[in-house]
């Protein structure tokens, strides 16, 4: 598997997985990490329009109609076009998202060594925020991400992070809690402020991340992978994924919260926006207080 991956970055040129497959005539794939999906637009393109069963015409073409009518024997796996394994049929209609074999290879892939290279320096920015097109996001800027057949992983997105700063205190439930959706999950301290975070689905928790308590800075350092919060069982977990954003979706939500939050501090653009142009790592250190707790609610509420 290593070793197959590592070939794969190494080339320059590759054919699209969706040209390999027939529903589209040619494109190569023109990802910085080759055959790095779920960090593609055109992919999640797709894919959207699959989940959404309302069909998205390239080149004059159906491509959902398109998969609609290939035979069983023909819908290769994504993985399977890729060349990280020899043969696997798709048997969910492609709908990667909610795929357990997916999300297994795509944790392998992301944790092989060439590819954490690779991605180092590409990262997808909105207005300066560094999103990953591979996760579910909730309001109140939770992320999730499949774990396993019926479980999810938690965290913060990049917005929350920056909002909350890098001085915090994190109290997670613990392992066995009942959590509610839009329920208090688990309590960041700032100092003498306690900000709550709301739980994104109905479940129970599997397992926290017990680093934390060690060193809570790795939440506001790694928000998306040794920064993750606790795993969730859902009691519906198909049913769960349905109320978050993801793909284009996730995109479009993503680019409305940091356009309302650049537009709600206009008037003080200097504190949101640092040197380069990038947004400030602590928006907590950098304006009053009052501002600061109405950004909380606004943004981090649910």
């Known amino acids: 598997m290593k070793k197959t991956i590592q070939k794969k970055v190494s080339i320059k040129e590759n054919e699209c997985i969706?040209?390999?497959?027939?529903?589209?005539?040619?494109?190569?794939?023109?990802?910085?990490?080759?055959?790095?999906?779920?960090?593609?637009?055109?992919?999640?393109?797709?894919?959207?329009?699959?989940?959404?069963?309302?069909?998205?015409?390239?080149?004059?073409?159906?491509?959902?109609?398109?998969?609609?009518?290939l035979p069983a024997g023909e819908r290769k796996c994504r993985y399977m076009l890729s060349g990280d394994v020899s043969f696997r049929l798709c048997t969910n209609n492609y709908h990667c998202g909610t795929c357990e074999f997916d999300q297994i290879m795509q944790d392998s892939i992301d944790m092989n060594p060439a590819v954490i290279r690779m991605r180092k320096n590409v990262k997808t920015k909105i207005k300066g925020f560094i999103f990953d097109s591979g996760l579910y996001y909730h309001e109140g800027h939770i992320w999730a991400k499949r774990f396993g057949k019926n479980s999810l992983k938690v965290g913060i997105d990049d917005f929350a992070r920056r909002i909350l700063g890098k001085e915090i205190k994190v109290h997670l439930p613990s392992e066995g809690t009942v959590l509610k959706r839009k329920a208090l999950a688990c309590e960041i301290e700032k100092g003498e402020r306690k900000i709550y975070l709301f739980s994104p689905v109905n479940g129970i928790v599997e397992k926290i991340n017990t680093e934390i308590g060690e060193n809570p800075s790795i939440v506001h350092k790694n928000p998306y992978k040794k920064g993750w919060l606790f795993t969730v069982k859902p009691l519906d977990i198909e049913d769960s994924l349905q109320k978050f954003y993801y793909g284009s979706k996730a995109r479009r939500w993503f680019t409305a919260e940091s356009q309302k939050l650049f537009d709600t501090i206009k008037d003080n653009s200097g504190v949101l926006v640092q040197d380069g142009g990038e947004p400030i790592e602590d928006l907590f250190d950098s304006m009053p207080l009052d501002e600061w707790k109405s950004i909380v609610k606004e943004f981090l509420s649910m």
């Open 18 to 69: 969706w040209s390999k497959l027939g529903v589209i005539s040619y494109r190569l794939c023109d990802n910085p990490v080759p055959y790095d999906c779920n960090n593609c637009e055109f992919n999640q393109m797709i894919l959207d329009a699959n989940e959404s069963g309302e069909g998205s015409t390239v080149e004059g073409v159906d491509i959902i109609e398109k998969l609609k009518n």
